[in-house]
Structures are given as structure tokens and as C-alpha cells.
């Protein structure tokens, strides 16, 4: 035998002569035809796996990684103050934050910024949900909705618009004061539970 020829092993060899039948002892045509009736005979029985959507949708895990979300606080303004930590921790480049400074007259979220500009691709989007645990305020979250498909590219650019959590009861829609006496330590403690009349009133006379 040549040094290169490789080595064949016994047991490689006994296992091939085992799965070949011997002579006399294979199946009948007919046996091998009623076993594969059986296998189909005994699937009409069992609960079919296929689910006639979109007429019936399936339920999704609570864990599930849907569309994202831009939250609220309870009394109207946003969660995000446009620090932009979800998008430098997307590795699909799917987010685009411009930030913006709030002011008297334009207080969209506590504290010093709010996300002028928000934005998601959902062509490049892979629902890791590395965004929402980059989040320090817990704006974005990703809710059990899965169905954004749609017919043109630009329609799967999501903007901030598209993503904003809607209005509850007790809220107002921003721009608004904060809360009398609050500040955005409060609001991130979970002390705002409604809008205050104030703030309904001053954001009249803002706008």
C-alpha cells in the first residue's frame, strides 16, 4: 500500500456491509408503498403548524423585538434627550440623532436637549436591541409589532413622528414647562405621574 493512499478504518467497513441487505431479506415494493402511505396517513391527524395569516396573526413573545418606540413621560414630554447612545451602538448604522437644546419656549424633554431629529432604517435594521440597552432614560423600547413591510424604500425610514409613543390621558403635547417644582431628577425617579394645569396654560401662551 502507498504511503499516500489513506487508511481506511474497520469499523468504517463493518458499518457498510451492515446497511447493505443481504440477499432475499429486502423489502417487498408493495411494503416500501404502504410505509410511505402510512407516513402521510398519520399526519392528517396531528394539528396542522400552518397559521392562515394576516386572517389569523400569531402571538409574539413578551420579549419580542418589534418596531422601536419613543416613550413619553406621564405628563407629555419625551423620554430622549438626544445624547445619540443608540446610534453609536448600532452596528447596522441604522439610527441618525441631531440633538437639539430645549429651552423656556420649546421644552420637549427634562433637562438641557431633546432629539431635534429622529431616525430609524429599517433596510438596514436587524432587531438586536443593542439601541435600547444603550438608552440611559429608557426612551426607546421595541414594542410586538412586526409588520413594517412595505412597497418603497423611503417608507421604511422611519421618523420621529412615526415613532413617538401617543398621547395617554393626563398627558400634553409638548412643547411644555416641566412639572412646577421638578426637575429632571424627578421626572427620571418616576415622581411625575400627570400634566399639572400650569403646564396646560404655559403652553398655550408659548405657542
Known amino acids: ?8 478504518s474497520d469499523a ?5 456491509a451492515q446497511s447493505v441487505p443481504a440477499s432475499g431479506q ?3 415494493p408493495f411494503l416500501k408503498q404502504l410505509k410511505g402511505f402510512w407516513v402521510t ?17 400569531p402571538e409574539t413573545q413578551p420579549r419580542f423585538h418589534g418596531r422601536h418606540q419613543l416613550n413619553r413621560y406621564e405628563d407629555g414630554l419625551e423620554k430622549c434627550i438626544g445624547c445619540e447612545l443608540c446610534a453609536w451602538a448600532c452596528p447596522a448604522d441604522a439610527i441618525y440623532v441631531e440633538g437639539e437644546n430645549n429651552s423656556e419656549r420649546n421644552q420637549i424633554s427634562p433637562g438641557e436637549r431633546h432629539a431635534k431629529v ?8 436587524i432587531f438586536c436591541g443593542l439601541c435600547i440597552e444603550a438608552c440611559p432614560t429608557r426612551a426607546l423600547t421595541m414594542t410586538n409589532e412586526y409588520e413594517i413591510a412595505d412597497d418603497k424604500r423611503e417608507k421604511l425610514i422611519w421618523e420621529k413622528e412615526d415613532l413617538l409613543a ?8 409638548p412643547p411644555h414647562p416641566m412639572y412646577p417644582g421638578a426637575d429632571h431628577h424627578s421626572y427620571y425617579r418616576g ?6 394645569p400650569s403646564q396646560n396654560q ?3 401662551v408659548n405657542k
Not at 500500500?1 to 481506511?8: F, G, N, V
Open 26 to 28: 429486502e423489502a417487498s
Open 202 to 204: 404655559n403652553s398655550q
Open 191 to 196: 415622581e411625575i405621574k400627570e400634566a399639572h
Open 118 to 125: 429622529y431616525q430609524i432604517n429599517y433596510l438596514r435594521c
Open 1 to 8: 500500500m502507498s504511503e499516500l493512499e489513506p487508511k481506511r
Open 12 to 16: 468504517i467497513e463493518k458499518a457498510a
Open 166 to 173: 401617543p398621547l395617554r390621558q393626563g398627558m400634553l403635547m
Open 41 to 57: 396517513f398519520s399526519t392528517m391527524f396531528k394539528k396542522p403548524l400552518v397559521i392562515e395569516y394576516p386572517e389569523v396573526k
